[in-house]
């Protein structure tokens, strides 16, 4: 339904973002930060966008494999820790797309 402009993404499991705050995105890099899990990712590359989902656990990235597959969509799929360096140049992306990450880090405030 996100390739027709009919989508829901959230930031926490009660927190949908208006659509307002995605705008176009089509050909636009984006990251989902610590969004694996086969939610977030599949929205933004049905949306167009080179989306690249970066996060620590190999169970949260395969979900989205799972869905890029059953879907027929590209999702570029990072293993990574947020709290060391990441492995892209700054200013790779145009977008970052991070829900509420930082509350599983002790680094960054969470926990």
């Known amino acids: 339904m996100a390739k027709q402009g009919v989508y829901r993404l959230f930031l926490t499991p009660t927190k949908q973002v208006l659509s ?17 899990g086969g939610q977030q990712g599949p929205v933004f590359a049905a949306l167009g966008a ?5 996060d620590i656990t190999p169970a949260q990235l395969e979900k989205d ?7 027929n969509i590209k999702i570029n ?4 820790d947020m709290t060391e360096n ?7 992306f145009d977008l970052i797309f991070h829900p509420v990450a930082n ?4 680094h960054m405030g969470g926990i």
């Open 50 to 54: 080179d989306i690249t989902v970066l």
């Open 20 to 36: 307002s705050w995605i705008k176009e995105v089509v050909g636009k890099k984006v990251l989902a930060l610590i969004s694996g």
């Open 65 to 71: 494999r799972t869905v890029a597959k059953r879907e």
């Open 77 to 80: 799929l990072v293993q990574a």
């Open 103 to 106: 509350v599983y880090s002790e």
């Open 86 to 92: 990441f492995p892209f140049e700054d200013g790779f």
